[in-house]
């Protein structure tokens, strides 16, 4: 049941950044998520998610982004999940593999642990 | 009491990589583990996972790893940690940032999942 709830979210997730909603991408966080970009500081906190992604997506020209979850195993109210994401951006695409864990908050499963890099040197 | 267990695992594998002792390294994963090294595909498996930590080392002259635990969570016989580690290589220092998913197997604990990137750009 949760690999469906989580394999939900995920579809929020990637309409929320095909729309550069940035406010409901940051909900898609528990409130004390970490996310992890490829060469920078570990970002804390929904707010600094949320200013995180609105760099990201200007800076690479985000258009579109699609996740494929290759793994998900389940702990009680902790998940983790291994995935592909396939990146549309300004000049071209991208593909990273990434590891997530989730923590369900609230009865609501959101990514606690968000960690990436490239699938491609 | 497992965050002490699991910091004294990460000693071992302090040990190990400045031993170069690649059996021992990848004995520290479970025997499903995937690791993520940056630029290139998923490792799976420990066989897989030796053999990149010997291309890690010898293509970056790995010489010495220090890893720094920032934060540990535990869900039953999971549990992930979010940390830096410190590499010091033949051409200087470098500094990542890693998630690893732990999980308890025949009463130890291993590294399920290992992703890291650049602190740095």
Same mark, same amino acid.
């Given at each position: 049941m949760?690999?469906? $709830?989580?394999?939900?979210? *995920? ?6 950044? +095909? ?6 991408? #940051?909900?898609? &966080? ?17 707010? *600094?998610i ?22 998900? $195993?389940? #702990?009680g109210?902790?998940? &983790? $999940?291994?995935? $592909? ?27 606690? +642990?968000?960690?990436? *890099?490239?699938? *491609?040197?």
């Open positions: 949760s690999r469906s $709830e989580i394999a939900a979210v *995920n579809r929020q997730f990637e309409d929320a950044a +095909r729309k550069a909603d940035l406010d409901r991408l #940051a909900s898609l &966080y528990t409130p004390d998520a970490m996310a992890f970009p490829p060469d920078g500081p570990i970002v804390k906190g929904r707010d *600094n949320k200013q995180m992604w609105g760099s990201v997506a200007q800076q690479m020209g985000l258009k579109d982004i699609r996740l494929s979850t290759l793994d998900f $195993e389940q #702990a109210d902790t998940g &983790y $999940e291994v995935g $592909e994401a396939t990146l549309t951006l300004s000049g071209g695409t991208a593909v990273v593999k990434f590891v997530v864990v989730w923590k369900k908050v609230d009865g609501q499963w959101r990514l606690h +642990r968000d960690i990436w *890099n490239a699938k *491609n040197g």
